[in-house]
């Protein structure tokens, strides 16, 4: 098998080996993906899942990479990117049909300019509506989830699924389309409003983002909200704001985000979190869950 001469020549941006994820994730950390591929539409999708499943090589889907940690020794087979190419969205009445790969800022934004209300809370969500999906991203009270009238994507046989409301479960922060395949579009139900009032209620959320959220390299949130109190709270009560480990501190304005200080490598964020977790349960008795996924190998 060579997957370079096989399957990259049919691909328009061909197959990258050895990528480092450091350069695709919010955190700036990851080893390499063994192959990096970057699909320029849904036929060319459709390829690689093909190829992957009659070889038996894994696969993992990437979006923005802002809810992930790529370990240090880097992810081994495919690693798809589900972006630019799929980054489109086309109002139908009540609905907006969208790709996987649209910024979550911009499909807010679209919504908002035809006059759809129901996304507020998408604008400053730093993923791209995939990941969003398999996240159940959500804020200021509102998640995606709620806004799903279907969901496409290509299961891990290379066939096209539709996904109906009906079929699919969206948690705190989880969805039954995890495992499922990769998605490469949506069709969300949305409510008719006033633009102007739209965009003020999407300026105030943004500004409180600013107010809230560190400037340095993070994934977001860290951890879980347990039912008790907001994570951030318990680990601030704890102690553990500015704990640092190597190039990984927590951060002094927002104790559930980790920041990267520069030179942090994934070994120091895993660290950091694994002490974190050990301080909350040393003290309070109580576990917190990462919100993080954590994929890949250790060096
Ligand atoms: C500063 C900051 C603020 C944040 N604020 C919020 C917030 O307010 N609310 C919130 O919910 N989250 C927040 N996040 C976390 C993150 O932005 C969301 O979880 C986002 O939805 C993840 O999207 P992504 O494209 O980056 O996904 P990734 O991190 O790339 O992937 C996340 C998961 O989805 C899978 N995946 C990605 N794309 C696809 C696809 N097309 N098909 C199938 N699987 C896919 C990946 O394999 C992975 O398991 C924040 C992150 C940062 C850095």
Known sequence: MNIERELGFKLQHGIKKD???????SWMVGGPADYFLYPAGLEELLEIVRYSDKHGL????????????????????LVIKIGSPFNYTERENRFLVAGAGIPMSALANSAAETGLS??????????????????????????IGERVYTVKLVDFTGRVVTMTREELNFG????SLIGKGIIF???LELEKGDPERITRVMEKYSSDRQDRHPNLPSAGSVFRNPPEK???????????KGMRIGGAEVSRKHANFIVNTGDATAADILNLIRAVRQLVKDKYELDLHPEVRIVGEER
């Open 19 to 25: 990528e480092p994820l450091s350069g695709h994730t």
């Open 118 to 143: 129901g996304l507020e809370f998408a604008i400053g969500i730093p993923g791209l509506l995939g990941g969003a999906l398999i996240m159940n991203a959500g804020a200021f009270g509102g998640y």
């Open 58 to 77: 894994p696969l993992y889907i990437l979006g923005n990479g802002t809810n992930l940690l790529v370990l240090d020794g880097g992810i081994r087979g």
């Open 230 to 240: 907001p994570a951030g709270k318990i680990i601030e009560e704890a102690g553990a």
């Open 185 to 187: 579009e949506a069709c």
């Open 172 to 175: 705190y922060r989880e969805s």
